[in-house]
């Protein structure tokens, strides 16, 4: 392990660098994990991966993390979960897609047809279940980390 401060290894459990009497673990200087030098404002380190910065999970993912989860579960074919994370594009592409299929199933009602189109809502409130149980079972921090830092649009 490294101080993070000034780069100096130190033993894995040391609660201060020896040269420099830092946290070795609080710094942002240089990486705790592998001592080398990140990028300014950098929460992760490039080279090993590890956290540079301790982020806390806010009130605000928290509560996100429940509306989001049952939104998800009982609304998931309309996207509106993915809009309320911010991620317009997959939120589109549900909607857009459970909505026509199902305008034209019903413009469609005197074929056989439109039976296959309403997969496409099927499919959807599958998807949005099954994110809105993932959302649901992941911690604050797993949340906050993969789908608010991360960005990670589905599943």
């Not at 996207?79 to 939120?91: E, L, S, V």
């Not at 649901?136 to 991360?150: M, N, P």
Request: glycine share 10%.
């Amino acid at each position: 392990m490294y101080c993070s401060n000034c780069g100096t290894e130190v033993p894995v459990d040391a609660i201060a660098c020896g040269k420099c009497g830092w946290n070795p673990r609080k710094g942002t200087k240089y990486c705790w994990n592998c001592g080398t030098e990140p990028e300014i404002g950098a929460i992760m380190c490039v080279k090993c991966g590890a956290a540079l910065k301790e982020t806390k999970v806010s009130t605000e993912a928290k509560n996100n993390k429940i509306l989001v989860g049952l939104i998800a579960i009982f609304f998931g074919w309309l996207g509106i979960h993915k809009f309320i994370m911010g991620y317009t594009n997959p939120g589109l592409i549900m909607c857009i897609g459970s909505v026509a299929s199902l305008v034209v199933a019903t413009l469609l009602a005197w074929l056989i047809l439109p039976m296959v189109l309403y997969i496409v809502p099927f499919g959807m409130s599958v998807i949005g279940l099954i994110e809105g149980i993932i959302y649901l079972t992941k911690t604050d921090e797993e949340y906050q980390r993969i789908y608010v830092d991360g960005q990670k649009f589905w599943f």
